[in-house]
């Protein structure tokens, strides 16, 4: 009798470690002046953890539809608070100031997914943020035909909507208007034959994508996420480097009308804005 419980036992402890997946993440993280060691290692940690819930296939295969920012977000963040187990590090270097992180933890797949799924319910009858009624968006149409110098007109506009959410701390409807924003301008990518607009669609596109990590930066401050602002800030300085390096082409080109001319003077003012605005940033994380 004892021998048959104890079979029974093992085989119910069986079942419940193959349930069981192993996930795995690595980060790489340079910490800043004002860090310290110990809290440097503990923020990479944490953003390796993150890596391996955002990508774990369940979470991914979960939350393929979900669009809104802040509803991945309490996703991550409660799955990592809740529903990992024995958490470990598995491989750590450190060179200068970058550390370099793997750590494995085992999860409970029909938790994950169960977990997904009620907090995406728990969204549904909630309104999106966007800072504006929607009846009073008005979204001018550019039919697919039209070039990318048109199409260009109307980003603006949109651009100027998204950055009055953002002035205004709107930050989940700043962020899906960029968004949107930024899969509108993709519609009206241009031929990389016409090397005036190409570069022009290559520094606005990199300007769209150092906005949001900025923007997201400013979000976790918000929030008093310090170590998700710090991750952020790291991808804002090298999104800003990648902005910098379109912008040194596009101001080498010659010969363009006095109408391109026009456009590129008021889009490289808008692209240097920007980065003056990443440089207060960095100044206010110890960076440089």
């Not at 100031?97 to 009620?118: G, S, Y």
């Not at 907090?119 to 009858?125: A, F, G, I, Q, T």
């Not at 009308?257 to 100044?283: F, G, H, N």
Request: glycine content about 4%; proline content about 1%.
């Amino acid at each position: 009798m004892v021998f048959r419980c104890s079979v029974l036992l093992l085989l119910f402890w069986a079942s419940v470690c193959f349930c069981q997946d192993t996930i795995r993440g690595t980060y790489s993280y340079t910490y800043g002046d004002k860090e310290s060691l110990v809290e440097a290692r503990q923020t990479c940690k944490d953003l390796a953890i993150r890596e391996a819930i955002e990508s774990y296939y369940v979470f991914v295969e979960s939350s393929t539809s979900v669009e809104n920012f802040q509803t991945k977000e309490d996703m991550i963040q409660s799955i990592a608070a809740g529903y990992l187990k024995d958490i470990r590090v598995v491989e750590q270097t450190e060179e200068g100031r970058t550390i370099t992180m793997a750590v494995e933890a085992n999860v409970m797949p029909e938790e994950v997914k169960q977990l997904v799924e009620k907090l995406v319910r728990s969204k549904e009858d909630e309104p999106i943020l966007t800072g504006e009624d929607s009846s009073d968006v008005q979204e001018t149409s550019v039919d697919k035909t039209s070039s990318f110098l048109v199409a260009l007109s109307e980003y603006e506009k949109r651009t100027n909507s998204a950055e009055a959410l953002w002035g205004e701390k709107k930050f989940d409807g700043a962020l899906n208007r960029m968004e949107e924003m930024q899969q509108f301008l993709d519609r009206y990518k241009p031929s990389q034959e016409n090397h005036y607009q190409w570069l022009m669609y290559q520094s606005i596109r990199a300007r769209s994508s150092l906005q949001q990590d900025l923007l997201r930066v400013e979000y976790f401050e918000s929030q008093g996420k310090r170590i998700r602002a710090r991750a952020n800030m790291n991808l804002v300085l090298r999104r800003a480097d990648e902005l910098r390096s379109h912008l040194a082409k596009l101001e080498k080109l010659q010969n363009l009308t006095p109408k391109q001319e026009t456009i590129r003077k008021a889009w490289v003012a808008r692209c240097r804005r920007t980065l003056d605005r990443v440089k207060k940033k960095a100044i206010t994380h110890g960076r440089r």
